[in-house]
């Protein structure tokens, strides 16, 4: 999640629940900090592996 959060407008978490806590832990996402060689390898294309 905290990946998608970090995305550009063209990207958006659909995070839908029924259970609030699971809704607490989707938003908890937001407080954690990735470095950018954990973002750069999630950006990774399939191919690049």
Do not use: C
Request: hydrophobic share 45%; aromatic share 8%.
């Amino acid at each position: 999640m905290r990946w998608v959060f970090g995305q550009n407008l063209n990207v958006f978490a659909v995070a839908g629940t029924t259970n609030a806590g699971r809704l607490t832990e989707n938003l908890d996402a937001l407080k954690v900090e990735m470095t950018p060689s954990e973002a750069e390898y999630l950006n990774l294309e399939r191919n690049d592996l």
